[in-house]
């Protein structure tokens, strides 16, 4: 294999931090919870030899990290916090906009010349007819760099994923699909990552569900997404394939409060390059230019 057959799934989740164990912690004590149970000062059991990376999602900024300045960082490599001096919420503002246009992994990575680059996730028809006027980091990143986006018929043929990759949100919708099994979304994930060379996976239900500190909810929505990313890893060629796993900052992995924690994130690499990604990532700063050194061929 030359180097320039490298690919990268990127695979990111909202509101996941590593906890202590606790009775607030739904990974505590929870089946079949692997690769996700993951605890402070504890290590953790390798699953299929993924390396884990405790990554800071701080960034030298006081304050909780948050969603829009903490996805721009994952998505740019450039510390976002730090340019704007705080920790953004919810949607970027005008200079994270400008910082995700000029910097976003699409715009890198289509500007080195490695293709073909995508986005997993379907976006529904409303997403298209009504554009809401906030968008994500993510939506933003795909936008600015020109890349196609993946929508409600693109899921009907088996070619997108959901953000609940079973679909029951789109159901409950009224948005005529079928519902998913965990391996079914994974056989489809794993065939997108096979067509492309960096593709975005974005799971965001953790967060909502560490706001709503529901427990119950909690560890179904682990298990659920714990069992999604096994069965993803044992379909896709990590000889190949470098599947990196990041959050932007803790939430679900303590309900006894409503906040985002101050938590380090679970930075998960699997494939035959995970040691090499692994040792180039500290902070949520790292992750972009780590994949495209990896895509792009360069030495370390
Ligand atoms: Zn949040």
């Known amino acids: 294999m030359t180097k320039s057959d490298a690919s990268a799934l990127l695979f990111f989740i909202d509101g996941l931090g590593i906890g202590t164990r606790s009775p607030f912690n739904p990974l505590d004590n929870l089946d079949d919870a692997a690769p996700l149970a993951v605890f402070q000062n504890e290590v953790p059991t390798p699953f ?14 006081e304050g909780r990290p948050q969603s829009a300045s903490g996805q721009t960082t994952i998505l740019t490599g450039v510390n976002a916090p730090a340019q704007l001096g705080y920790h953004k919420q919810g949607f970027p503002n005008k200079l994270l906009i400008e910082i995700i246009n000029a910097e976003s992994i699409f715009r890198q990575l289509r500007d080195a010349g490695v293709g073909p680059i995508t986005f997993a996730n379907a976006y529904t028809d409303r997403f298209f007819i009504e554009r809401p006027r906030w968008i994500s980091a993510t939506t933003a990143a795909v936008e600015a760099a020109g890349i196609t986006f993946r929508t409600v018929s693109d899921l009907k043929s088996g070619s997108a994923v959901f ?6 949100i789109l159901i409950e919708r009224g948005v005529d699909v079928s519902e998913r099994t965990e391996e079914e979304a994974a056989e489809v994930l794993a065939r997108i990552a096979a067509e492309n060379r960096f593709t975005l996976y974005e799971y965001f239900i953790t967060d909502k569900v560490g706001h709503e500190q529901d427990m119950p909810k909690a560890k179904q929505v682990l298990t659920s997404l714990a069992r999604f990313i096994r069965e993803l890893l044992m379909r896709i060629d990590l000889q190949r394939t470098t599947v990196i796993l990041t959050s932007d900052h803790g939430n679900i992995e303590d309900l006894s409060s409503r906040n985002h924690t101050l938590h380090a994130v679970p930075t998960i690499i699997w494939g035959a390059q995970r040691e090499r990604i692994a040792a180039r990532i500290q902070t949520l700063a790292d992750i972009t230019p780590a994949i495209v050194a990896l895509l792009i061929g360069k030495k370390n």
């Open 163 to 168: 953000m609940d990759f079973t679909n029951r």
């Open 48 to 61: 299929l030899d993924g390396i884990v990376v405790p990554t800071d999602p701080c960034l030298g900024v």
